[in-house]
């Protein structure tokens, strides 16, 4: 009997162990997560190998693992760490996009093409990755190919705001502007606030079609939908100044100072006023536009749920993202002969930690 009673206890204690050991790897997992959710990607790091190390077929981990590399800004690392999520389950579209991103980072926008468009193939409805694919093309010079990803979303969100708005820069850069036009107004329409398809129209009505007083329009209804974005005034001030219109102008440039803390932005426009009035020489002409960027989406953007989704480890919860402005005007106001820049970054960090 007192044998029976040793192994029984025995047996009791070696079941304690293998639940303190489960139970270890639970909390080391949602350390990683809460670390991540905190922008703490070195701990995370830390938390999640711990886990890979221990168990090495857990996808879901392994994926946080590369998830964490990538929101530190440790690249090669992202890269090795999802390869290795890949190995366990090469059919998780969000594994092939976050990949993506870590390669546009590493300067492989080959590379990073070829994962997007395996995200997309593995799962159609993902925008994100649909966006990122475009954006590829676009700063590629290969606008058609850019423009026909872009209506894959617009067809999936008629509405998408991002989509439209690139449209009409892939248009612009192939010099359709009709078409570019249509997808402007379309933005516009869909959404109120968005200033910046008005301000687009109006450089297009302003700078390729001379039509003046079409472009005034425009732009007056861009500081009204979006009356705190100083950039929005710029050309519209100068265009007044091309009607003859400069107390109307230093109005618009007056207006615009309140909407911007930067001390040189505000020196630059005084500077333009005073230039107006007469009372310093040299051209009233815009302060400067911004050039239109075209940046990548972010899969390591905000966490608005919790990674670990599910029990099983082939399922991983998807990474929300912020949308990324575009916005600004395509083209050189001092030149109508300026093509679109599109400037892709992957801010991977950087987004992630907003």
């Known amino acids: 009997m007192k044998i029976q009673t040793l192994v029984l206890g025995c047996l009791l204690a070696f079941g304690s ?79 092939w996009s976050n990949l993506a991103i870590a390669y546009e980072n590493l300067g492989k ?74 997808y402007l107004k379309q933005a516009a329409m869909g959404n109120p606030s968005n200033g910046e398809a008005h301000w687009e129209l109006a450089n297009i009505l302003w700078k390729k079609e001379k039509n003046l007083d079409e472009a005034l329009k425009e ?15 710029e050309n519209y ?27 040189l932005q505000k020196d630059k426009i005084q500077l ?8 310093v020489s040299g051209p009233a002409g815009s302060v400067g536009g911004s050039t239109a960027k075209l940046t990548m989406k972010d899969q390591s953007g905000d966490l608005k749920k919790e990674l670990r989704g599910s029990e099983t480890k082939e399922s991983v919860q998807r990474i929300d993202t912020k949308p990324v402005d575009v916005m600004g005007d395509f083209n050189d106001l001092n030149s109508d002969d300026d093509a679109p820049v599109f400037d892709l970054k992957g801010e991977a960090k950087k987004r992630a930690n907003k």
């Not at 790091?45 to 190390?53: D, E, I, L, P, Q």
């Open 272 to 279: 333009r006023i005073d230039q107006i009035q007469g009372k």
């Open 109 to 182: 926008s080959s590379d990073a093409a070829g994962a997007l468009q395996k995200a997309v193939d593995l799962d159609p409805t993902n925008i994100v990755a649909r966006m990122n694919l475009g954006a590829i093309y676009a700063n590629a010079n290969q606008f058609g190919k850019a423009a026909a990803i872009f209506k894959q979303v617009v067809a999936i969100d008629g509405t998408h705001q991002e989509a439209l708005m690139n449209l009409s820069k892939c248009y612009m850069g192939l010099g359709q502007i009709a078409e570019a036009k249509q």
């Open 17 to 95: 162990i293998v639940q303190i050991q489960a139970q270890s790897v639970e909390e080391m997992m949602l350390t990683g997560q809460a670390m991540i959710r905190n922008g703490a990607y070195n701990e995370a790091v830390t938390a999640f190998r711990k886990v890979v190390n221990r168990e090495p077929d857990n996808f879901e981990a392994q994926f946080n693992l590369g998830f964490s590399y990538l929101g530190w800004g440790r690249y090669s690392n992202a890269v090795t760490e999802l390869k290795k999520a890949l190995s366990l389950n090469s059919r998780n579209a969000e594994v």
């Open 237 to 263: 001030a100068q265009l007044l100044v091309e009607k003859k219109q400069k107390d109307q102008a230093v109005e618009v440039l007056k207006t615009s100072m309140n909407y911007t803390d930067d001390v």
């Open 219 to 233: 732009y007056e209804l861009a500081v009204k939908a979006q009356p705190t974005n100083p950039v929005l005034y």
